[in-house]
């Protein structure tokens, strides 16, 4: 049996084990407000629940939700405003 194996198994199960760790930690504090009504919401949730404001809405390029008071696309870099 490679001992050297064996460690570098342990290794890897416990850097899996850490960043498991740390994406519920992540998922955990992760929480927007309502720019209208500033209610607590998911991060997964595209409306508000308390007053139906829109909070995400589709990319006009690539199409991607992304927030609505972000003023470009973080994905592809496209600005909402009017061009030229
Ligand atoms: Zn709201
Ligand atoms: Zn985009």
Redesign the pocket.
Known sequence: MPILACIGLSIIVYILLLSSIENTKTKQSETIH?S??N?KIDPAQTK?P??K?MLKAPCNDCQKMIYTNWRYCPYCGDTKEERG
């Open positions: 309502c209208q009504c209610e508000c308390s007053c404001e």
